[in-house]
């Protein structure tokens, strides 16, 4: 699959992908657990000059653990977070994996900050395990 899709939950932001991703991973950090509103965040990752977005998203930024600043885009009628960017991965977006369309696409190889798991979260055995962001 060479393109893909996605949007907000009232589809005013709406986004096209003209690449296939470049990984995917779940997050069990705290910041990606509040942020999402969920056990832990999958998130796909692709180059920016790929991505077009059409919409108007409102936007939140805070520096990560490592001293990245992370900007967060939502919907701001519907509050839907559906990509982001980090500043220690500069040409790199991040979608949110629940916004996509096409979910076969949804391939997570690892797992990320496995020590701010939360304990009844059941793992795939089959990702790779990091304690923490791999190098």
């Not at 965040?41 to 936007?59: D, H, R, Y």
């Not at 900007?71 to 040409?91: E, H, I």
């Amino acid at each position: 699959m060479s393109n893909f899709t996605g949007s907000c939950l009232c589809g005013s932001v709406n986004y096209k992908s003209n690449s296939d991703p470049l990984v995917t991973q779940n997050c069990h950090c705290d910041d990606c657990r509040k942020a999402c509103g969920s056990v832990y965040l999958t998130n796909v990752f692709i180059k920016e000059e790929n991505f077009e977005s059409s919409g108007k998203p409102n936007s939140f930024s805070h520096q990560s653990d490592a001293g990245n600043n992370m900007t967060k885009f939502f919907c701001p009628n519907c509050g839907s977070q559906v990509f982001g960017k980090n500043s220690g991965r500069p040409g790199i977006i991040t979608i949110r994996a629940g916004s996509i369309n096409e979910t076969e696409l949804i391939k997570p190889i690892r797992n990320l900050f496995l020590k701010k798991k939360v304990a009844s979260t059941p793992l795939d055995d089959n990702l790779e395990a990091c304690d923490g962001m791999p190098l």
